[in-house]
């Protein structure tokens, strides 16, 4: 699954308030079975493409799909703006700072810079036979 969280000030917050719609859609996916998660932080246009606000996303984020029941080691967080397209599908100019995401599976350290990286790195569930 793809959690989209808006970076904007009061957006994000609103999104992870006691019933906020952000923190009910990780539960939502963790309930259903959805066991890898993308989480693309967006509109950093809004946030003049802040390295200190895409950090205090992620640390409140991390903290909260931890008591989900999501390891945030195992989750890629891209910096986007989909309005623009940065770290869409190509590496942003926008946000120097960022130097990618890294996630640990069950075959490693995988690492990418963009939201599709982030796509392409799911691994396709098994099957029951």
């Not at 989750?75 to 190509?90: C, K, Q, R, T, Y």
């Not at 590496?91 to 990618?100: T, V």
Request: glycine residues 8%.
């Amino acid at each position: 699954a793809i959690l989209i969280i808006a970076a904007g000030t009061g957006e994000f917050e609103a999104g992870i308030s006691k019933d906020g719609q952000t923190r009910e859609h990780a539960l939502l996916a963790f309930t259903l079975g959805v066991r890898q998660l993308i989480v693309a932080i967006n509109k950093m246009d809004t946030t003049k493409w802040s390295e200190d606000r895409f950090n205090e996303i992620i640390k409140e984020t991390s903290n909260f799909i931890k008591k989900v029941g999501y390891n945030p080691k195992a989750v890629a967080f891209v910096p986007i703006s989909g309005w623009h397209g940065d770290n869409m599908l190509e590496e942003s100019s926008n946000m120097p700072w960022y130097k990618g995401w890294t996630k640990e599976t069950k075959a490693g350290v995988v690492k990418g810079k963009t939201l599709l990286d982030a796509i392409d790195a799911i691994e396709p569930p098994v099957r029951p036979s």
